[in-house]
């Protein structure tokens, strides 16, 4: 099978399955991106704070491609496998004012720059207070054209996906999407280094090179969205966890992120807005509980690991 490449400067800003292919591959062949991050290249490792209220968000979550897969048809589904991910030495978090759960408790633009100790698996988050992050990349968005007629942002996730900024489709995971253009038009981009099941706020932003070996599927005609596989390492972690118990999802979401800050910051010392980043890139927010109505229960997760001072 052939292995292709695609550029940095070869990305768009639309899911459009008018968008010229960059790449014409067949079907089991290996293509290798090279992804700016999710800022476009408009944030650097000598960016501040100051550089996010001037952020074009028009330009923000750009993806790398697209790829025609000959023969893939509409009703074909898109095998992906992630074969390898690198990440850049640097990367940035950053609280962007209008965006995240608790966007009305943070209007204040905020930014972390990140040195990744790609050799060790990790960055500091605080050295001093001993907080750091394991490094567990993955591709925030990978997804298809639509079959639908027109220009459709990349910042929100699809049948066809997207943004799906789903921390488990690391290197060695299968993603499968539904194919509804002909042609397929696979892209993708928006690299992590790290983030919290849920994103909550944001995620330690990186750019990344990424391989995926990309098969079309006849026989998965009841993929009607991403579906995918992966195999998580068995530990017997730690956790902390607060909860968010109320009749309104989206309510209980906020109150459990929330309640962890409170807790980051009574018993690490952390302020809140250093506190709401760590729920951002190493949180997990999960659903405890459904069944019994009117009220869910959401937890909000942080592993006691990372608090190597503890």
């Not at 990305?11 to 992804?35: E, M």
């Not at 030495?89 to 966007?103: A, C, S």
């Not at 905020?110 to 988050?125: P, R, S, T, V």
Request: net charge negative.
């Amino acid at each position: 099978m052939s292995i292709h490449s695609v550029r940095r400067s070869q990305n768009h800003l639309a899911w459009d399955k008018s968008i010229r292919p960059v790449v014409y591959a067949q079907s089991g062949d290996t293509i290798a991106f090279d992804c700016l991050d999710s800022s476009n290249g408009q944030i650097t490792p000598a960016s501040t704070a100051s550089t996010l209220s001037s952020l074009v968000v028009a330009e923000l979550d750009q993806v790398s491609g697209p790829v025609h897969i000959e023969g893939a048809l509409p009703g074909d589904t898109l095998q992906v496998d992630v074969l390898e991910i690198e990440t850049a030495d640097w990367g940035w978090t950053g609280l962007i004012p209008g965006f995240g759960v608790l966007l009305d408790e943070f209007p204040t633009p905020a930014l972390k720059i990140w040195e990744l100790d790609k050799e060790n698996g990790f960055a500091w988050f605080d050295r001093e207070k001993g907080i750091k992050i394991p490094l567990r990349p993955f591709p925030g968005e990978m997804g298809v054209a639509p079959g639908k007629e027109g220009a459709f942002s990349t910042i929100p996730p699809y049948n066809t996906g997207g943004n799906l900024d789903t921390k488990y489709l690391h290197a060695g995971s299968t993603l499968y999407l539904p194919i509804e253009a002909e042609g397929a038009l696979f892209s993708i981009g928006d690299g992590h280094a790290a983030q919290g099941d849920g994103g909550k706020c944001c995620a330690l932003e990186t750019p990344i090179h990424v391989k995926v070996r990309l098969t079309i599927r006849k026989d998965k005609a009841y993929t009607k969205t991403p579906h995918y596989t992966t195999t998580e390492a068995v530990s017997r972690e730690d956790y902390y966890c607060t909860t968010g118990i109320d009749s309104d999802i989206k309510t209980a979401i906020r109150a459990a992120v929330r309640y962890m800050i409170d807790y980051l910051v009574a018993e690490h010392q952390l302020g809140r807005t250093e506190a709401y980043m760590l729920c951002g890139v190493a949180g997990d927010l999960k659903l405890h509980e459904v069944v019994d109505m009117p009220n869910y229960v959401v937890g909000m997760m942080i592993p006691k690991s990372i608090f190597t001072l503890a």
